[in-house]
Nanobody, 126 residues
Framework: QAQLVESGGGSAQPGGSLRLSCTVS????????VSWFRQAPGKEREFVAA????????YRADSVKGRFTISGDNPNSTVYLQMNSLKPEDTAVYYC???????????????????WGQGTQVTVSS
């Protein structure tokens, strides 16, 4: 089992930056892969980025490549989402989630992840 708690959300202007944190705890291997998803009002929850903490593989959605960076400390620690060059369309509730493993396209699917945090709001506006 795993417990995930997000923090660091808030408001930013277009072009600004925010860093989200996901504090991860629980038994291995449930926390080997940690991801970020987001959900805007009236839209489906969508994949943002994922980090495999066993081998360092990183997955990112095309919409955030070059702007968002996912990183992590040791297992059972914190996973970060550094968000730069923010756009109004990045406005959403951001969730972190974990799984024991993923491969290829499965890493992008929300059904791969068994444990979820409660979410943190990110608002980008001028």
């Amino acid at each position: 089992q795993a417990q995930l708690v997000e923090s660091g959300g808030g408001s930013a202007q277009p072009g600004g930056s925010l860093r989200l944190s996901c504090t991860v705890s629980g038994r291995a291997p449930s926390t080997y892969v940690v991801s970020w998803f987001r959900q805007a009002p009236g839209k489906e929850r969508e994949f943002v980025a994922a980090l495999s903490r066993t081998d360092g593989r990183i997955y990112r959605a095309d919409s955030v490549k070059g702007r968002f960076t996912i990183s992590g400390d040791n297992p059972n620690s914190t996973v970060y989402l550094q968000m730069n060059s923010l756009k109004p369309e990045d406005t959403a509730v951001y969730y972190c989630a974990s799984a024991s493993a993923c491969s290829g396209y499965a890493c992008y699917r929300k059904t791969t992840y068994n444990y979820w945090g409660q979410g943190t709001q990110v608002t980008v506006s001028s």
